[in-house]
């Protein structure tokens, strides 16, 4: 066979372009698909208004209606609507600056550091509280330091020093106005 008519030897193999056309036009498509459940994905996370969770928190129904549409509603279904009964919201919690304290362990050398949220009953114990801030940083830290690390590691113990420490709060504010107590920092070493 003469070297004019030896068949070309491509790196396609034989086979047509169309095919590589063909994944690069399917891989394009899938990219494309992505960016488009990215894009619908954060604007679902981060772009929504807050007004939305707000009312599902709430327990509204459609995000869309207002509170007194809901009411409207109720009362149209036969329900009453919102009641003199309903529970208050609950008020945001004060935070309380965090404290380190020796434990009252036999060896001496483990400390506990911890922060925590108060959260209260009205304005006025907020502001009882925040203007008693020493007397209650002074409980705080007598309480603490008297434990000792075995009675803290359990979640027993952690329950048990938030009663406590609800209860102390108790006896300075004068009567029962601590909701729930939350740590938001809690640490021994």
Do not use: C
Not at 22 to 44: E, H, P
Request: no cysteine; aromatic share 4%; glycine share 8%.
């Amino acid at each position: 066979m003469p070297v004019d008519e030896l068949p070309e030897n491509n790196d396609t193999g034989g086979k047509p372009k169309k095919r590589s056309g063909l994944k690069i036009f399917i891989i394009l498509l899938v990219l494309l698909l992505l960016l488009g459940v990215i894009t619908g994905a954060s604007w679902w996370l981060f772009l929504r208004s807050d007004a939305t969770f707000k009312h599902l928190l709430e327990g509204g129904g459609n995000p869309g209606t207002s509170q007194e549409q809901s009411d409207n509603a109720n009362k149209k279904e036969g329900g009453k609507g919102s009641s003199p009964t309903d529970p208050k919201p609950l008020l945001k919690p004060v935070s309380l600056p965090s404290v380190t304290v020796n434990l009252a362990d036999p060896s001496g050398s483990k400390y506990l550091r911890i922060g925590m949220d108060v959260e209260l009953s009205s304005e006025e114990a907020i502001t009882n509280l925040l203007t008693q801030s020493a007397r209650v940083r002074d409980a705080i830290i007598l309480l603490l330091s008297s434990k000792t690390s075995d009675e803290l590691v359990s979640a027993e113990g952690k329950v048990l020093l938030k009663n406590e420490v609800a209860s102390r709060l108790n006896q300075i504010l004068g009567e029962p106005r601590v909701v729930r107590i939350y740590f938001t920092d809690f640490v021994i070493q």
